[in-house]
T-cell receptor, first 116, second 111 residues
């Protein structure tokens, strides 16, 4: 149980374009979803927290107009990287949990974004 | 949330127990110890968590010292598939569910 999927698993886009990454909870209703970014050989950095039906809460230093997060349903959150640049190339990982869970998060497999 | 200290890397032999230490000397009474691991190019995977008692599940055992200032994650019979970065995280149980990942320990299981 508690499976989270991400789509796509990898994407290449041109500089200046936007790309959308989907995160789905497959067998539970996710009241809270998180988005992380991980650069090579570094640890995960939390970008934002989203609660279903509410605006996302962004961590300090993360541009909310560049990384648009939508958590429109209890099973789907999307991250849109707008006007992507090569420095946005990274591994983006989502996680999900639900109210009443034992406070662990369930992670998706990640999306590798390369901006050329 | 309290800071944790882990060795940057360790090797262990396949089939043997792997003991992963974590120091959290500033842990407070309402903070839990969580362990996650991340296999290369995958999302992290929850392993186990505990407050003060030792815990065991199908993946691992968590031993927390009596003063709670350190803990050890034990993988009883390490396999090559256990090669990963292991993260020890200390956090309060709160409604924000946030996790703060440090550098972790890179564990390499060798045949």
């Amino acid at each position: 149980g508690a499976v989270v999927s991400q789509h796509p698993s990898w994407v290449i886009c041109k500089s200046g374009t936007s790309v959308k990454i989907e995160c789905r909870s497959l067998d539970f209703q996710a009241t809270t979803m998180f988005w992380y970014r991980q650069f090579p050989k570094q640890s995960l950095m939390l970008m934002a927290t989203s609660n279903e039906g509410s605006k996302a809460t962004y961590e300090q230093g993360v541009e909310k107009d560049k990384f648009l997060i939508n958590h429109a349903s209890l099973t789907l959150s999307t991250l849109t990287v707008t006007s992507a640049h090569p420095e946005d190339s990274s591994f983006y990982i989502c996680s999900a949990t639900w109210t009443g869970a034992s406070y662990e998060q369930y992670f998706g497999p990640g999306t590798r974004l390369t901006v050329t | 949330d309290a800071k944790t200290t882990q060795p940057p890397s360790m090797d262990c032999a396949e089939g043997r127990a792997a003991n992963l230490p974590c120091n959290h000397s500033t842990i407070s009474g309402n903070e839990y110890v969580y362990w996650y691991r991340q296999i290369h190019s995958q999302g992290p995977q929850y392993i186990i968590h505990g407050l003060k008692n030792n815990e065991t599940n199908e993946m691992a055992s968590l031993i927390i010292t009596e003063d709670r200032k350190s803990s050890t994650l034990i993988l009883p019979h390490a396999t090559l598939r256990d090669t990963a970065v292991y993260y020890c995280i200390v956090r309060r149980r709160s409604n924000d569910y946030k996790l703060s990942f440090g550098a972790g320990t890179t564990v390499t299981v060798r045949a």
